[in-house]
Protein backbone atom coordinates (compact mmCIF):
# COMPACT_ATOMS: atom_id res chain seq x y z
CA UNK A 1 0.00 0.00 0.00
CA UNK A 2 1.17 3.24 -0.85
CA UNK A 3 3.01 4.89 2.59
CA UNK A 4 5.82 7.25 3.92
CA UNK A 5 7.65 5.99 6.77
CA UNK A 6 9.63 8.27 8.44
CA UNK A 7 12.66 7.58 11.23
CA UNK A 8 12.38 7.27 14.79
CA UNK A 9 12.07 10.36 17.64
CA UNK A 10 15.53 12.38 18.43
CA UNK A 11 16.81 14.43 20.79
CA UNK A 12 19.37 16.92 20.10
CA UNK A 13 21.27 19.48 21.98
CA UNK A 14 20.54 23.37 21.12
CA UNK A 15 23.36 24.04 18.22
CA UNK A 16 23.31 20.45 16.90
CA UNK A 17 22.18 19.16 13.58
CA UNK A 18 19.15 16.64 13.00
CA UNK A 19 18.18 14.84 9.78
CA UNK A 20 15.27 13.04 9.58
CA UNK A 21 14.40 10.30 6.82
CA UNK A 22 11.17 9.67 4.60
CA UNK A 23 10.66 6.41 2.92
CA UNK A 24 8.38 5.94 0.46
CA UNK A 25 6.46 2.94 -1.45
CA UNK A 26 3.65 1.87 -3.18
CA UNK A 27 4.24 4.45 -5.55
CA UNK A 28 6.24 5.91 -7.81
CA UNK A 29 8.42 8.21 -5.93
CA UNK A 30 9.41 10.61 -8.38
CA UNK A 31 5.92 11.40 -9.45
CA UNK A 32 4.97 13.25 -6.21
CA UNK A 33 6.57 16.21 -4.15
CA UNK A 34 7.51 15.90 -0.63
CA UNK A 35 6.60 18.62 1.66
CA UNK A 36 7.83 18.96 5.14
CA UNK A 37 5.65 20.18 8.22
CA UNK A 38 5.99 20.87 11.50
CA UNK A 39 4.14 20.73 14.38
CA UNK A 40 4.86 22.49 18.10
CA UNK A 41 3.07 20.86 21.05
CA UNK A 42 0.22 22.18 21.53
CA UNK A 43 0.56 24.75 17.99
CA UNK A 44 -0.72 23.99 14.18
CA UNK A 45 0.88 23.19 11.55
CA UNK A 46 3.80 24.76 9.74
CA UNK A 47 5.07 24.13 6.39
CA UNK A 48 9.02 24.29 6.05
CA UNK A 49 8.88 23.14 2.49
CA UNK A 50 9.20 20.64 -0.32
CA UNK A 51 11.46 18.60 -2.52
CA UNK A 52 10.82 17.49 -6.22
CA UNK A 53 12.20 14.03 -5.85
CA UNK A 54 12.34 13.84 -9.80
CA UNK A 55 14.87 16.92 -10.26
CA UNK A 56 16.10 17.11 -6.63
CA UNK A 57 14.52 20.92 -7.03
CA UNK A 58 13.54 22.85 -3.63
CA UNK A 59 11.48 25.93 -2.45
CA UNK A 60 11.82 26.37 1.65
CA UNK A 61 9.96 28.94 3.43
CA UNK A 62 12.10 32.02 4.29
CA UNK A 63 11.62 31.06 7.78
CA UNK A 64 14.19 28.26 7.17
CA UNK A 65 16.02 29.19 4.54
CA UNK A 66 19.88 28.87 5.26
CA UNK A 67 19.34 26.64 7.95
CA UNK A 68 16.98 23.76 5.88
CA UNK A 69 18.24 21.11 3.90
CA UNK A 70 16.11 18.66 1.51
CA UNK A 71 18.07 15.74 -0.18
CA UNK A 72 16.38 13.03 -2.00
CA UNK A 73 17.75 9.42 -2.95
CA UNK A 74 15.57 7.63 -5.84
CA UNK A 75 17.78 4.43 -5.58
CA UNK A 76 15.52 3.63 -1.98
CA UNK A 77 12.46 6.74 -2.54
CA UNK A 78 14.10 8.09 0.24
CA UNK A 79 13.68 12.08 1.21
CA UNK A 80 15.65 13.76 3.69
CA UNK A 81 15.18 17.33 5.85
CA UNK A 82 17.76 17.64 7.36
CA UNK A 83 17.49 21.20 9.67
CA UNK A 84 20.96 22.83 11.65
CA UNK A 85 21.29 25.29 14.21
CA UNK A 86 18.69 23.99 16.21
CA UNK A 87 17.06 25.93 18.89
CA UNK A 88 14.35 25.22 21.77
CA UNK A 89 11.62 25.98 19.63
CA UNK A 90 12.42 23.64 16.95
CA UNK A 91 11.32 21.17 19.24
CA UNK A 92 8.05 19.51 16.96
CA UNK A 93 6.82 17.01 15.47
CA UNK A 94 7.94 17.08 12.06
CA UNK A 95 5.90 15.03 8.98
CA UNK A 96 6.74 14.50 5.90
CA UNK A 97 3.73 14.15 3.00
CA UNK A 98 3.11 13.62 -0.27
CA UNK A 99 1.53 16.39 -3.10
CA UNK A 100 1.38 15.06 -6.79
CA UNK A 101 3.67 17.74 -9.27
CA UNK A 102 1.00 17.96 -12.42
CA UNK A 103 -1.39 19.52 -9.98
CA UNK A 104 -1.67 21.14 -6.50
CA UNK A 105 -4.41 18.40 -4.90
CA UNK A 106 -3.36 18.79 -1.50
CA UNK A 107 -1.09 16.73 0.70
CA UNK A 108 -2.60 12.86 0.11
CA UNK A 109 -0.51 10.83 2.07
CA UNK A 110 1.47 11.08 5.48
CA UNK A 111 4.00 10.10 7.18
CA UNK A 112 3.77 8.87 11.08
CA UNK A 113 5.37 11.78 12.22
CA UNK A 114 9.18 12.28 13.78
CA UNK A 115 9.75 13.95 17.72
CA UNK A 116 12.41 16.23 17.44
CA UNK A 117 13.19 17.42 21.10
CA UNK A 118 15.66 20.48 21.60
CA UNK A 119 17.41 20.38 25.02
CA UNK A 120 20.55 21.19 26.68
CA UNK B 1 3.12 35.62 1.38
CA UNK B 2 -0.65 34.79 1.51
CA UNK B 3 -2.41 33.89 4.76
CA UNK B 4 -4.75 31.78 5.88
CA UNK B 5 -7.51 32.61 9.01
CA UNK B 6 -9.98 30.45 9.76
CA UNK B 7 -12.85 31.00 12.02
CA UNK B 8 -14.10 30.07 14.62
CA UNK B 9 -10.99 29.09 16.57
CA UNK B 10 -12.90 26.84 18.73
CA UNK B 11 -16.32 24.82 18.31
CA UNK B 12 -18.43 22.99 20.55
CA UNK B 13 -21.34 20.65 19.12
CA UNK B 14 -23.19 17.39 19.60
CA UNK B 15 -23.39 14.35 17.69
CA UNK B 16 -25.91 14.19 14.78
CA UNK B 17 -25.50 18.59 14.28
CA UNK B 18 -24.12 20.29 11.04
CA UNK B 19 -20.90 22.87 11.65
CA UNK B 20 -19.18 25.12 9.19
CA UNK B 21 -15.83 26.22 9.52
CA UNK B 22 -14.78 29.19 7.69
CA UNK B 23 -11.27 29.78 6.02
CA UNK B 24 -10.46 33.22 4.23
CA UNK B 25 -7.18 34.12 2.28
CA UNK B 26 -5.23 36.92 2.28
CA UNK B 27 -5.30 36.90 -1.74
CA UNK B 28 -7.73 35.33 -4.09
CA UNK B 29 -6.48 31.45 -4.42
CA UNK B 30 -8.97 30.34 -7.13
CA UNK B 31 -9.92 27.19 -6.30
CA UNK B 32 -6.23 25.79 -4.61
CA UNK B 33 -7.80 25.28 -1.10
CA UNK B 34 -7.82 22.15 0.66
CA UNK B 35 -9.28 20.61 4.57
CA UNK B 36 -7.51 18.43 6.98
CA UNK B 37 -8.37 17.18 9.80
CA UNK B 38 -6.16 16.16 12.56
CA UNK B 39 -6.75 13.57 15.51
CA UNK B 40 -4.70 14.35 18.56
CA UNK B 41 -1.39 12.72 18.68
CA UNK B 42 -1.92 11.75 14.59
CA UNK B 43 -1.02 13.21 11.42
CA UNK B 44 -3.62 15.64 9.32
CA UNK B 45 -6.11 13.42 6.98
CA UNK B 46 -6.55 14.98 3.53
CA UNK B 47 -10.57 15.42 3.30
CA UNK B 48 -11.07 18.17 0.74
CA UNK B 49 -9.04 19.34 -2.49
CA UNK B 50 -9.31 21.88 -4.70
CA UNK B 51 -12.10 23.41 -2.35
CA UNK B 52 -14.81 21.22 -3.02
CA UNK B 53 -13.29 17.64 -4.04
CA UNK B 54 -14.14 15.00 -1.61
CA UNK B 55 -10.72 12.92 -1.31
CA UNK B 56 -11.05 8.74 -1.84
CA UNK B 57 -12.54 7.56 1.37
CA UNK B 58 -14.15 10.26 3.09
CA UNK B 59 -17.62 10.14 4.08
CA UNK B 60 -19.94 12.19 2.12
CA UNK B 61 -20.95 14.62 4.89
CA UNK B 62 -18.04 16.45 4.57
CA UNK B 63 -18.23 18.78 1.70
CA UNK B 64 -16.36 22.34 0.98
CA UNK B 65 -17.42 25.18 -1.21
CA UNK B 66 -15.97 28.69 -1.89
CA UNK B 67 -13.55 30.40 -4.71
CA UNK B 68 -11.46 33.01 -4.32
CA UNK B 69 -10.84 34.23 -0.51
CA UNK B 70 -13.59 32.87 1.04
CA UNK B 71 -14.14 29.19 1.84
CA UNK B 72 -16.11 26.78 3.80
CA UNK B 73 -16.25 23.31 5.26
CA UNK B 74 -19.10 21.07 5.98
CA UNK B 75 -19.91 18.52 7.78
CA UNK B 76 -23.78 17.90 7.35
CA UNK B 77 -24.08 14.95 10.52
CA UNK B 78 -21.38 15.15 13.02
CA UNK B 79 -20.00 11.86 13.99
CA UNK B 80 -17.78 10.83 16.96
CA UNK B 81 -14.35 10.57 15.25
CA UNK B 82 -14.88 14.14 13.94
CA UNK B 83 -14.15 15.56 16.94
CA UNK B 84 -10.61 16.78 16.48
CA UNK B 85 -8.84 19.74 14.94
CA UNK B 86 -9.22 21.17 11.11
CA UNK B 87 -6.85 22.84 9.14
CA UNK B 88 -7.54 24.58 5.92
CA UNK B 89 -4.13 25.06 3.21
CA UNK B 90 -3.59 27.22 0.29
CA UNK B 91 -1.89 25.01 -2.81
CA UNK B 92 -2.18 28.10 -4.72
CA UNK B 93 1.78 28.92 -4.61
CA UNK B 94 4.87 28.34 -2.03
CA UNK B 95 4.93 28.74 0.76
CA UNK B 96 1.80 26.54 1.01
CA UNK B 97 0.37 28.31 4.11
CA UNK B 98 -2.09 26.54 6.91
CA UNK B 99 -4.95 28.08 8.72
CA UNK B 100 -4.39 28.19 12.68
CA UNK B 101 -6.50 25.29 13.12
CA UNK B 102 -9.94 24.87 14.17
CA UNK B 103 -11.10 22.64 17.02
CA UNK B 104 -14.09 20.96 16.90
CA UNK B 105 -15.12 19.51 20.33
CA UNK B 106 -18.15 17.79 21.70
CA UNK B 107 -20.71 19.68 23.52
Known amino acids: QVQLVQSGAEVKKPGASVKVSCRAS????????IHWVRQAPGQGLEWMGR????????TFAQKFQGRVTMTRDTSSSTAYMELSRLRSDDTAVYYC?????????????WGQGTTVTVSS | DIQMTQSPSFLSASVGDRVTITCRAS??????LNWYRQKPGKAPKLLIY???SLQSGVPSSFSGSGSGTDFTLTISSLQPEDFATYYC?????????FGQGTKLEIK
Open chain 1, 97 to 109: AREVTSTARGLDV
Open chain 1, 26 to 33: GYTFTGYY
Open chain 1, 51 to 58: INPNSGGT
Open chain 2, 27 to 32: QSISNF
Open chain 2, 50 to 52: AAS
Open chain 2, 89 to 97: QQSYTTPRS
